[in-house]
């Protein structure tokens, strides 16, 4: 998807929390297009499927990246159900692939398995951490980014009642959830929140029909953490606002991309992206340079850029608030303002 | 010996065979026409299933959990009920043995037989819900199994959470060594493939439906009640009872499949977003296997296989798996058609006569 | 009357069967005007012969000639176009329609440029029909809700209404009271004399001689001969048709009644309606006797059937079984007790028909030793106990592996009857046991029963044949609106004053049974 | 819970059941004709596929507006493609119909996601549909209290599928050709001797059945998804399935039971908007639309009794 802060993010993904080999990640990827050309990369997905427009969809992405732009041989496998989970990665780790990755918090436990069985394949995670000494754990500060679109429907509420919609109640949806809450409160403590947790990702007619009750009740931004389910929260808020007068008007915010790019930003009020695209590929592009952070658990937040605002927010959201959500980044990134987190 | 190459021979093991044939033939069709390679496509998945001890051990353990709830479905079909429900059976039985798999603490001898005793009742219960409402009260058991389902997805999932559930991990605690069903040495001699000892009761389990729909005074009730409940209630069958069991015991079959998938390959719960898809599938074994139960341990092979090598074939020739599920459909479609089959067998055999008589 | 012109003409057809010969070179005409019957035993081929007259089938071989015009009856339409109607022998009746719905059924009248159907006229011109011939059937009934014997008016007019000349009737009084039949013969007479022609498939041969003009014998799918009715007598005919000499009456010796073995006092049961379906019956049974139940159909005899073998359960009086209660008893215990029952409806009661007569030969001795051991079914004792009953009572089935389904309905009887005698009951309940069957088995079966009453077992018959009744009965109880009304015996009444006792209570003078 | 509540709730129940009306009612006609239709899952999820597909080609060919309609039509007629194989299967080669559904619904999962990869270059769904269905709102009828939010202002398919409820009733209660279906469904032979052409019948109402539930799939796709993936349809056609039997086959029983089970998900989201929500368990109000379903089975309805020749194939006498 969007290429506009790639610099940026290189970067700062690149920079994982206590690596002592950050120096190493510091030679840009500029030239040496085949330097991974002997590098065999592969990612299995979970039952999304690769091309789930979310976290699967964008991790293939950041290895499509390393194709282009290293030479890469990359595959992937969808998973069908759970029990193929361990036997994909098995699949890869059998062929020799330098590094396989498990895609979604599901995979933790396949994950841990392959690499306890395989001590010289290399593997890594993504949404989960898995301690052994042959995989990398990527996780993401959900609830950091969540904190600053909270703070952008604080602030932006006409009727000060916002929503949540999610998908089912684990933790990482809950970091989503409670990060967005305290983001809300921190600017507009009478804001109300109404929650529907509809217990599915994949069941867009849950999600229209929550958003239909959230916003019947009143609200005029959701923000929803359900994956396919968030689409019925889009396509509700698209069918209102095409009916209704300007002053009715109601958004949505996205989730772990830019979702205005696919439902367009007259809905799309802003997104909090989730980069699981920069965090493969730079963690990829790690095991070409020979820095591949094993049996490190990485937790990328705002300071690394990896969860945030897209640039495109500016459409909707005035330079006044967006300025303020500078502030609390950097209040966050300051570690002046603690984001509450879900275990 | 003669007996079975008759067997073999006669139409009724014709028709499925050419089925196969069929269903695989339609595949490649299919796949030609998409620009894929068919022969490629099908070595790979061959290739996937043969090719390595660790494939083969998955395999078994992929065809597993189909074999009973195939044979759940099978046997409600044949005491007359169409058990829809198998699916959420098979999440209670699994939630059972979790349960007692991950709370309970007990030498081996015991903790495992009562992580299956249990998730089995549990599973078994859940059936009988629908059979009870059925008898009792006259309820449709493909509504109520269908609701069911749904039921079990949430009340399971509340379960694990409540009760179960290893915090930040979105699942249950591992169980305990003691309640778990692998088998070590197979599992080394197939490269770690997660091979159980449900394998063994799932063959079992093929040998006690059989026995018990044909060879027991029970089952003989049973199949009456499903072939002619009027009759059955003129010849003093108690018919209500006969579904309330026939159910339980369908259910408990599915159950076994939740049961051993929790203890012999994940060894925990996860919070789950939606249904296996492992007790409908269990209906198209059912199905395919004409709801005998040796039918169903050869449509459960077919299906397993075909379901695991699918992967090798989106690996090794770039395939979309999904292809399979259309092999699969058209084998069942061609076993559940025999005419087309016989038709088509006729108008072969007829055509060299007509060439003589010319 | 009338024999001149021929309006339907079968010749020589042939018509097969996987592994059998229905119809065999059959040859076959029929009059203007004439009631035609045919006669043959269960499955001589009779059925199959109407069934391709009416297009349902078609012949390997023969021609057919309708009015003279030479014929392709490839349908049932062209059957309809031609004027021929089919009254079959399972009726084709739309359980939850009304009488008028099935009758227009695929010649509807039609409204609002054919996009509705004219309900108000379809009414109006059933109920026209039913008075033009007598009929005398309510066009707004369900048939559901409505007696055999309408059931069959149904039939009737459903053929009337698409203006057929050329009856069939399939066995159309197999299942009729004797004042039903009366009432048919009267109809078909009347059809008769409006010109239409009627071919009359029966296994009674009264009824033959009372109304046919010509009758044509079939034995295995061969026309044995054709001939006029008038100077032929049942016993010709049905020595004719069986091949071999028959006995339709036989002799029976005299009861040896003992003790009272089924007491029946004072049953209530709730029936349809508020209405009590059995009200206050009471009769006693006794060793050594057959009582027969005579009544028209409805009056409570299927619920007195339901309530001595406990399949429903009644809200007063007592039921004694040598002594013991079992009003309330679960079937189980009752037939454990020493009750049996040869039910009506054998295909939907009697058998699994998807089962091999081996396993229906334990139907509900199957748990018993030495069927079951140790709670699995003993194979070799239950295919030793179905091969003897197998012969035993001649039941003619390739073999006790063949499905149920595949006998023929008169050997699915005698299966029926081989299994319940055998249970060795201290009572036994035959409800329309020969309905349907050929006069050969009819002899069979009477046979057996009355075999039990001779071993001093008693022996309940509940039939709506009158002939049946009093042939068999040592007594006959008179049932109506769930009451006995009334005891006689045999050799003191007749069908006039049973009739009378049937329909309307009318002291007999005999009075109850001492 | 005010008024707007109620009708906020209503709307979104028939919102939900639009699909399971059409699909409900294609089961009707079906099974009142005496084919099982366990296919319905398949026949929708058939009808989503196409209509997005559709849909979204007819949106880039610039036909803007028109374009979902484009889909809807696209639907019912994939839905009529896949219902000929079931009609083929069962009353053709007289495969039992319970088989043949499964079959569908294995054929129909399998093949539109294989041709979704195929038409989109791998991808595994369908991309977004801009043109989608737009509510209507009645002029005059939307002032009605509760039935004005609840009713009229809706999508049009919604109003299609309630138009359609009526028509459905009125050609199988009023016309001869309903009286012929059912005869065909409760008693085939006997329709057979009046010279009803059986299987002509039983083609017919599998495949208008295929048309129904194939437009009830685009429904899902047209109104609420923009897209077709693999779970689109993840068992609407089973409910739907228990929407005809507990509608005892009735198109107007049929649609009640879909609104009822729209309107108990809709209970269940306004449930978690109120404070005590949050002292119950979530998952014990995910389940709260089946169990009430299940409650009212129990309670209020009685056996149902399913066309007499349901399930049966119908051979006119061996030749
Ligand atoms: N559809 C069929 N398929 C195969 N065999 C048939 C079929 N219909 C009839 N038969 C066979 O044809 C023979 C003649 O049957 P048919 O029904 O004509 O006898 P029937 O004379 O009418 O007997 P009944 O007196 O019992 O009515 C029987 O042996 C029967 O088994
Ligand atoms: N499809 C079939 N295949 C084989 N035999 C058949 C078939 N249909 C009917 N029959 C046989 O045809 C014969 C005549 O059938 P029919 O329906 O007339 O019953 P029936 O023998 O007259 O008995 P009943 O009149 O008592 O029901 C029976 O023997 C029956 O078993
Ligand atoms: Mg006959
Ligand atoms: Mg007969």
Do not use: C, Q, W
């Given at each position: 998807a969007c290429g506009s802060k790639n610099d940026n993010n290189n970067n700062g993904a690149a920079?994982?929390?206590?690596?002592?080999?950050?120096s190493a990640s510091a030679?840009?990827?500029?030239?040496?297009?085949?330097?991974?050309?002997d590098f065999k990369f592969a990612m299995v997905t979970d039952v999304?499927?690769?091309?789930?427009?979310?976290f699967n969809q964008s991790a293939w992405e950041g290895l499509q990246r390393l194709e282009k732009e290293h030479g890469a041989t990359v595959d992937y496998l969808e998973s069908?159900?759970?029990?193929?989970y361990l036997t994909n990665i098995n699949q890869f780790v059998r062929e020799k692939y330098n590094l396989t990755w498990g895609i979604g918090f599901l995979m933790g436990d396949a994950v841990k398995d392959a690499a306890t069985k395989n001590p010289d394949a290399q593997l890594a995670i993504i949404d989960n951490v898995v301690e052994a000494p042959n995989v990398a754990s990527i996780t993401f500060a959900e609830n950091e980014g969540s904190f600053l679109v909270g703070v952008v429907a604080g602030l932006m509420t006409k009727t000060n009642k916002i929503g949540f919609v999610g998908g089912i109640d684990i933790p990482v949806i809950k970091r989503f959830d409670l990060g967005f809450e305290a983001g809300v409160k921190a600017v507009n403590p009478n804001a109300e929140i109404n929650k529907i947790y509809t217990?599915?990702?994949?069941k867009a007619d849950l999600g229209k029909a929550a958003a239909a009750s959230i916003y019947n009740d009143g609200a005029d931004i959701i923000f929803h953490a359900?994956?396919?389910?968030g689409n019925g929260v889009f396509n509700e808020a698209k069918e209102r606002n095409k009916s209704a007068a300007a002053d009715k008007k109601v958004w949505v915010i996205g989730v772990d991309k830019d979702q205005s790019l696919e439902f367009g930003d007259d809905v799309t009020l802003t997104s909090m992206m989730k980069r699981v695209d920069e965090a493969v590929y730079s963690v990829s592009k790690q095991m070409i340079d020979g820095s591949f952070p094993a049996g490190k658990i990485t937790t990328l937040g705002l300071k690394d850029n990896a969860v945030g605002l897209p640039d495109t927010s500016s459409k909707n959201v005035p330079a006044d608030i967006l300025a303020k959500v500078e502030e609390y980044k950097q209040k966050i990134i300051s570690g002046e303002i603690t984001v509450p987190t879900a275990q | 010996m003669n007996k079975l190459i008759k067997a073999f021979t006669k139409d009724s093991a014709v028709v499925p065979l050419i089925a196969i044939l069929l269903g695989l033939i339609v595949g490649a069709v299919i796949m030609w026409l998409g620009g894929y390679d068919p022969i490629l496509a099908y070595r790979s998945l061959f290739e996937k299933v043969f090719s390595n001890p660790y494939d083969f051990g998955e395999t078994l353990t992929a065809i597993t959990p189909l074999v009973f709830t195939g044979l759940s479905v099978a046997f409600a079909f044949r005491t007359g009920l169409f058990n829809i429900g198998a699916e959420g059976q098979y999440i209670m039985g699994m939630t059972g043995a979790t349960f007692v798999g991950v709370n309970l603490h007990m030498p081996w001898y015991i903790h495992a037989p009562m992580a299956i005793v249990v998730g089995t009742l549990v599973g078994g219960i859940w059936g009988m819900i629908a059979g009870y409402l059925k008898a009792?009260?006259?309820?449709n058991e493909v509504i109520t199994t269908i609701m069911l389902n749904w039921i079990a997805l949430h009340l399971s999932n509340y379960v694990v959470r409540r009760f179960l559930l290893e915090e930040g991990k979105g699942r249950s605690y591992i169980v305990d060594e003691n309640a778990q069903v692998t088998i070590g040495w197979l599992s080394r001699l197939l490269?770690?493939?997660?091979?159980?000892w449900g394998m063994f009761f799932a063959l079992l389990a093929v040998i006690f439906v059989y026995a018990f729909l044909f060879r027991t005074k029970q089952g003989y009730e049973l199949r009456v009640v499903g072939s002619n409940a009027d009759a059955a209630q003129y010849a003093g069958i108690n018919v209500n009872a006969g579904i309330v069991k026939a159910m339980f015991i369908s259910g408990a079959l599915a159950g076994m499949a939740g049961v051993f998938q929790v203890l012999?390959?994940?060894m925990n719960q996860a919070i789950a977003a939606?249904?296996?898809?492992h007790g409908f599938d269990g209906i198209a074994v059912a199905l395919l296997g004409g709801n005998n139960p040796i039918g169903v341990l050869l449509g459960a092979i077919l299906f397993g296989t075909l379901s695991y090598g699918a992967a090798g074939m989106s690996f090794g020739?770039?395939?979309?798996?999904?292809i399979i599920r259309i092999v699969i459909g058209s084998v069942i479609f061609f076993v559940a058609a025999p005419g087309i089959i016989r038709w088509g067998m006729k108008k072969f055999k007829r055509k060299p006569s007509k060439g003589e008589a010319v | 009357m009338e024999q001149a012109r021929t309006v339907v003409e079968m010749r020589n057809i042939t018509k097969r069967f996987p592994g059998i010969?229905?119809?065999?070179n059959v040859t076959f005409t029929l009059g203007k005007g004439e009631i035609h019957a045919l006669l043959g035993e269960n499955g001589a081929g009779k059925s199959t012969l109407m069934n391709i007259l009416f297009g349902l089938y078609q012949p390997e071989e023969g021609e057919i000639f309708v009015n003279g015009q030479k014929v392709d009856i490839d349908g049932p339409n062209k059957a309809i176009k031609l004027g021929i109607g089919m009254v079959h022998q399972h009726f084709k009746l739309?359980?939850?329609?009304?009488v008028t719905e099935n009758i227009i059924l695929g010649s509807e009248p039609k409204k609002w440029m054919g996009l509705a159907i004219d309900r108000k006229l379809a009414y109006e011109k059933v109920g026209q029909l039913s008075k033009q011939y007598g009929?005398?059937?309510?066009?707004?009934?369900k048939i559901d809700d409505i007696s055999v014997g309408m059931q069959q008016r149904v039939e009737i007019l459903k053929t009337l209404y698409r203006g057929a000349d050329i009856l069939i009737f399939d066995?159309?009084?197999?299942?009729?009271t004797p004042q039903e039949i009366a009432e048919l013969l009267v109809i078909m007479r009347n059809l008769v004399q409006q010109g239409k022609s009627i071919i009359l498939i029966t296994h009674k041969l009264k009824e033959i001689i009372a109304i046919a003009d010509k009758v044509t014998i079939v034995r295995r799918g061969k026309v044995i001969d054709s001939l006029?009715?008038?100077?032929?007598?049942p016993n010709m005919l049905a020595e004719k048709m069986v091949g071999r000499e028959v006995s339709l009456k036989f002799d029976k010796k005299d009861a040896v009644i003992g003790d009272p073995v089924l007491e029946v006092d004072r049953l209530v049961m709730k029936g349809r309606?508020?209405?009590?379906?059995?009200?206050e019956t009471s009769f006693v049974l006794r060793r050594g006797e057959i009582l027969g139940i005579a009544g028209?159909?409805?009056?409570g005899q299927s619920e007195l059937i339901e309530a001595l073998t406990g399949l429903r359960s009644v809200s007063g009086g007592s039921i004694k079984l040598a002594g013991e209660e079992i009003a309330g008893k679960p079937t189980r215990k009752i037939s454990e007790a020493g009750l049996s029952l040869i039910p009506e409806d054998r295909h939907k009661h009697g058998l699994?028909?998807?089962?091999?007569v081996r396993e229906n030969m334990v139907?509900?001795?199957?748990?018993q030793a030495p069927y079951t051991k140790g709670g699995f079914l003993n194979f070799p004792e239950i295919e030793k106990h179905a091969e003897r009953l197998v012969k035993e009572f001649d039941v003619?089935?390739?073999?006790?592996?063949?499905?149920?389904?595949?006998?023929?309905g008169g050997n699915q009887q005698k299966a029926i009857i081989a299994r319940e005698v055998d249970k060795n009951p201290e009572v036994l309940i035959a409800a329309q046991?020969?309905?349907?069957?050929?006069v050969g088995a009819i002899e069979f079966i009477h046979k057996r029963l009355v075999e039990q009453r001779n071993m001093g077992k008693a022996v309940l018959l509940v039939s709506y044949e009158l002939d049946e009744i009093m042939q068999l009965s040592d007594r006959i109880a008179v049932i109506y609106e769930g009451r006995i009304v009334g005891e006689v015996k045999p050799s003191d009444t007749n069908d006039q004053q049973l009739g009378m006792m049937m329909t309307d209570y009318k002291a007999p003078q005999g009075g109850p049974e001492n | 819970m005010d008024i707007a509540t109620l009708g906020n709730m209503l709307n979104t129940a028939f919102v939900f059941s639009t699909a399971l009306i059409l699909a409900a009612l294609g089961g009707i006609l079906s099974e009142r004709s005496g084919v099982v239709n366990i296919g319905l899952e398949g026949l929708m999820t058939a009808g989503a596929f196409a209509s997005a597909v559709s849909a979204f080609r007819a949106e880039e060919a610039g036909y803007g507006a028109a374009s979902p309609w484009i889909g809807l039509i696209a639907g019912a007629l994939f839905g009529v493609l896949f219902a000929l194989i079931h009609a083929v299967a069962?009353?053709?080669?007289?495969?039992d119909q319970v088989v043949s559904g499964i079959v569908i619904n294995f054929i129909a999962t399998g093949s539109t996601l294989y041709l979704v990869k195929q038409l989109f270059d791998g991808a595994g769904e369908t991309s977004l549909v801009d043109e989608t269905f737009h509510k209507w709102e009645i002029p005059g009828l939307s002032e009605i209290p509760i039935i004005g939010d609840?009713?009229?202002?809706?999508?049009p398919t919604t109003y299609l599928a309630i138009i359609l409820v009526g028509i459905v009733f009125y050609v199988l209660y009023k016309s001869t050709f309903g009286l012929r279906l059912r005869a065909v469904g409760e008693h085939p032979s006997a329709a057979d001797t009046v010279g009803i052409k059986v299987l002509r019948m039983r083609y017919t109402a599998v495949l208008l059945s295929g048309l129904l539930a194939g437009m009830g799939g685009a429904t899902i796709a047209l109104t609420t998804t923009g897209t077709f993936s693999h779970?689109?349809?993840?068992g609407q056609g089973f409910i739907a399935l228990a929407a005809v039997i507990f509608g005892k086959w009735n198109p107007l029983g049929a649609m009640g039971a879909a609104v009822f089970f729209g309107f108990a998900q809709s209970i269940n989201n306004v449930l978690q908007?109120?404070?005590?929500?949050?002292?119950?368990?979530?998952e014990f109000i995910y389940m709260l639309p089946y169990v009430l379903t299940i409650l009212v089975l129990v309670g209020a309805v009685g056996r149902s009794r399913a066309p007499?020749?349901?399930g049966e194939p119908y051979y006119q006498g061996k030749r």
């Open positions: 920079s994982p929390s206590a690596s002592p080999t950050a030679s840009p990827s500029a030239s040496a297009d085949t330097s991974g050309k999304g499927g690769v091309n789930d427009k979310s069908k159900e759970a029990t193929n217990g599915a990702f994949d359900a994956g396919g389910t | 009792a009260r006259g309820v490269d770690d493939a997660r091979v159980h012999g390959v994940f939606g249904t296996t898809g020739a770039d395939v979309p798996p999904e | 010969v229905a119809n065999d739309v359980h939850p329609f009304t009929l005398n059937i309510d066009p707004y009934a066995e159309p009084t197999a299942v009729l006029p009715v008038a100077g032929t007598n309606g508020g209405l009590h379906a059995l009200n028209v159909e409805g009056n699994v028909l998807d089962f091999p139907l509900e001795t199957y748990y003619r089935t390739p073999s006790i592996m063949s499905e149920a389904r595949a006998l023929s046991p020969t309905r349907g069957l050929d | 069962t009353i053709t080669f007289r495969a609840g009713i009229f202002n809706a999508y779970n689109t349809i993840s908007l109120f404070d005590f929500s949050s002292h119950i368990p979530s007499g020749a349901l």
